[in-house]
């Protein structure tokens, strides 16, 4: 069955460092993967998205890898800061059936909590 | 509207009885999604309207789910006889499809439904 993972504790650093989160799938072959953003009590905020020939997309600190024959994303954020404490899910879209549409599939999201 | 709008933005309701959640997406937003959250879960896909037809409802979980887009703006999800299963944070996101290719989207706030 098709399944999106991403690591469900929390990942806990040190502002100033860099923030590192997982987003690995099976039986997926998606021609887009797109990252939110996601604060307590919010909807999820688009912060990037690469395409399935695409390896690498940067923005400001963010920056997103995709590896299609490991079937992983890498979400990268430099020198964090406290305020980019959130939930960050990965969102995958596959090739639909001729006619079909293209929808976006969620992670579980991961929780990142920087700490001053 | 500059956002997605949905309201209410809290319900309480009591097993078995009837709910209605509304979403007022972007304008000129022509793609309209509902998902569905569960407390550590990710949105969970439930409908998507491209205008005013339901494109694709396989995400609607039995027939006590409904939804409609009568004039291609403004969505109301509908739930009959209310089950405790079904809270949850109600999410409405609208995007700017242009033909086959990526949706971002933009995602209300929610609205969450509990059922005791």
């Known amino acids: 069955s098709q399944k999106i993972e991403q690591n469900s504790e929390a990942l806990n650093i040190q502002e100033g460092k860099t923030a590192t989160l997982t987003c690995n799938y099976t039986n997926y072959s998606p021609a887009y993967l797109q990252w939110y953003r996601q604060d307590p009590g919010r909807g999820p905020v688009f912060l990037l998205l690469?395409?399935?020939?695409?390896k690498e997309k940067r923005k400001e600190r963010l920056k997103v890898t995709f590896d299609t024959t490991l079937k992983q994303s890498l979400f990268h954020i430099t020198a964090s800061q406290p305020a980019d404490s959130a939930t960050y899910l990965c969102?995958?879209?596959?090739?639909?059936?001729?006619?079909?549409?293209?929808?976006?599939?969620f992670g579980r999201g991961t929780s990142l909590i920087v700490h001053p | 509207g500059a956002g997605v709008s949905q309201t209410p933005s809290n319900k309480v309701t009591e097993k078995g009885k009837y709910v209605e959640l509304r979403c007022d997406p972007i304008?000129?937003?022509?793609?309209l999604y509902w998902y569905r959250q569960s407390l550590g879960q990710g949105p969970e896909f439930l409908i998507y309207?491209?205008?005013?037809?339901?494109?694709?409802d396989s995400g609607l979980p039995n027939d006590r789910f409904f939804a409609v887009r009568p004039e291609g703006s403004v969505s109301t999800l509908k739930i009959q006889r209310t089950e405790r299963g079904d809270s949850a944070v109600y999410l409405c996101?609208?995007?700017?499809?242009?033909?086959?290719?990526?949706?971002?989207?933009?995602f209300g706030a929610g609205s969450r439904l509990t059922v005791l």
């Open positions: 969102a995958l879209e596959a090739r639909p059936p001729s006619g079909g549409s293209y929808i976006p599939t």
């Open positions: 996101a609208s995007s700017l499809q242009l033909g086959f290719s990526a949706n971002v989207l933009t």
């Open positions: 304008s000129g937003h022509t793609a």
């Open positions: 309207f491209q205008g005013t037809g339901a494109a694709d």
């Open positions: 690469i395409r399935e020939n695409e």
